[in-house]
């Protein structure tokens, strides 16, 4: 970081802490703010589109992703702040040539994300109705799943089994993992294989054994980016999540029960499908270490109209320790609007500095003990790592000190960090300000916002004072 010396931190035990309890210390109890705030990783989503772009008009949004971005546009005051961009694109606007891949499509969604202080969620789509598998694929030979005379699935189905499929889909999704795993704007990646919109359901389905090759396409080659399978094939459900991947579903929402016809039977997937499925795959406690999103069915201004139970939606949303959801970029109804800013001040994590404790003089040259008492007032972790940190600062110099912790295992409830921190020997005796933030390791600089007063212009919080000597 420019202008700012890093000092590496140092493990404490309690017995040092407990040495130096004799010592002269400051307590700091910072005030709790009660804000929405934006923070990576979780929060309602944009979709198809960044912060400051027109919404969708009424009920309606498209599933094609752009393939440019559009001008800056002034800030949307009828829609949150989002810290996370969710686009889906089909193959063939990928690779509609075979082996010749459009990833300058991918790369303007990443520098529009990053622009727009956002980051990006995507999904490559196989195809639906309306879009179609790539004409070369299906002109390569592969077999067909079914005929021009299905009732019901119009569009040119592959036949999953046929080694081909396998081939082809499998070398665009690691060809994706090369070019993107790991990327700092790239948030996670939807896992993708097979029926309309690659969500793994419908009666073209492979044999398991090709399930799983499809599914390990994305758990073997994404070692760095959040993979989340959909949920609504259980088998694919539960052997996803055992290896890694977070999950997500499409129809949160649906209590009315008149959206899915199952085998002559009226389901409502938020009371007949959804809650049970997520027990009968054990993936109960998958938000502990990986991401859960959810998307709406339809938008919130049909759930408005068809007056369903929006309490029990957010509530269950927060039962899921949900950290984002795509609400397609729609309008949230006027009279809904306090009920979705109390959801987002508990949707994902919520951090809270609620003690610290150090010395009121310490040495250049020295260690000095730290207590932090920190308090997730969320429902999940994050799941990137962001760096706890100190810094001492005054005008004739200053230095950041790295705090020992992992803020991902930092789950909803009470984190204590009590360290030691080495004084840099070359600071100028003085009085200092004491500084926190939780930085992002790609940068140095503040990232997450605190749920506490004493927030500065450049992203730290000014909680102190001490004294070196």
């Given at each position: ?6 000092v590496?931190?140092?493990w ?10 004799a ?5 700091v ?7 929405v ?7 309602i989503?944009?979709?198809?589109r960044?912060n ?5 008009p ?6 094609q992703g752009p393939?440019?971005t559009?001008?800056r546009?002034?800030?949307n005051?009828d829609?949150p ?8 694109w089909?193959?063939?606007?990928i690779?509609p040539?075979?082996g010749?891949?459009r990833w ?6 990443l520098?529009?994300?990053?622009e727009?202080g956002?980051?990006?969620?995507i999904?490559?789509?196989?195809y ?9 694929y ?13 009732p019901v ?6 036949d ?10 499998g ?8 070019r993107?795993?790991?990327?700092p704007?790239?948030d996670s990646v939807?896992?993708s294989?097979?029926?309309y919109?690659?969500e793994?359901w419908g ?11 499809l ?7 994404f ?5 989340l ?15 890694g ?13 008149e ?5 002559g039977?009226r ?9 049970q499925?997520?027990?009968?795959a ?9 991401p859960?999103s959810?998307?709406t069915?339809?938008t919130p ?7 369903l139970d929006?309490?029990?939606?957010l ?12 609400i397609?970029?729609?309008?949230i109804?006027?009279?809904w609007?306090?009920?979705f ?10 951090f809270v500095l609620?003690?610290l ?24 972790p994050?799941y990137?790592?962001y760096w ?6 005054s005008a ?5 000190i790295?705090l ?7 789950l909803p409830g009470?984190?204590?960090v009590d360290?030691?921190i080495y004084v840099?020997d070359?600071?100028k ?5 004491v ?6 390791p790609w ?5 997450v ?6 927030r500065q212009s ?5 909680v102190?004072?001490?004294?070196v000597?």
């Open positions: 970081m420019a202008g700012m010396r890093w590496r931190f140092a404490s035990s309690l017995g040092l802490l407990a040495c130096a309890a010592q002269e210390t400051v307590v109890r910072p005030k709790e703010i009660h804000d705030l934006v923070n990576p990783g979780m929060g989503q944009t979709f198809q960044f400051g772009d027109a919404i969708n009424g009920r309606r949004w498209s599933e393939e440019r559009a001008a546009g002034a800030e005051p829609f702040r989002s810290s996370v961009a969710y686009f889906r089909f193959w063939l606007q690779e040539e075979q010749k891949y300058e499509i991918i790369d303007r969604a520098d529009g994300a990053r727009r956002q980051k990006l969620m999904r490559i789509m196989p639906d109705d309306g879009h179609p598998l790539p004409e070369w299906r002109a390569s030979g592969a077999r067909r799943a079914n005929t021009d005379a299905d699935w119009k569009a040119w189905a592959p999953a089994d046929d080694p081909l499929y396998l081939k082809h889909w070398a665009l999704v690691k060809e994706l993992a090369a993107y795993d790991g990327h704007y790239m939807d896992i294989t097979v029926g919109w690659g793994g009666p073209y389905l492979p044999g398991w054994e090709m399930q799983k090759a599914l390990d396409l994305y758990l073997d080659n070692k760095r980016t959040p993979v399978v959909n949920f609504d094939e259980l088998p694919a459900l539960r052997y996803a999540t055992q290896k991947a977070g999950w997500r579903l499409d129809c949160w929402g649906d209590t009315a029960g959206y899915w016809d199952s085998w039977r389901l409502a997937h938020m009371l007949d499908v959804y809650p499925q997520l027990v009968r054990g993936a109960q406690d998958v938000w502990q270490r990986s859960v959810l998307e069915c339809w201004i049909y759930w408005k109209e068809h007056k929006l309490d029990y939606i509530e269950q949303a927060l039962r899921w320790h949900a950290s984002t959801v795509n397609k970029s729609s309008a109804p006027e009279e609007k306090g009920k800013d109390d959801f987002q001040k508990e949707i994902g994590y919520r609620r003690r404790e150090y010395p009121k003089a310490v040495k250049a040259g020295q260690m000095a003990p730290v207590s932090m008492w920190w308090l997730n007032a969320g429902v999940a994050p990137r790592e706890p940190a100190m810094e001492l600062r004739s110099g200053s230095a950041v790295r020992p912790a992992d803020v991902r295992k930092w009470d984190a204590v360290t030691s840099p070359d600071l005796p003085g009085e200092y300000r500084r926190v933030a939780l930085l992002d940068t140095g600089k503040p990232a916002r605190l749920a506490i007063e004493g450049d992203g730290w919080y000014d102190g004072a001490v004294r000597e």
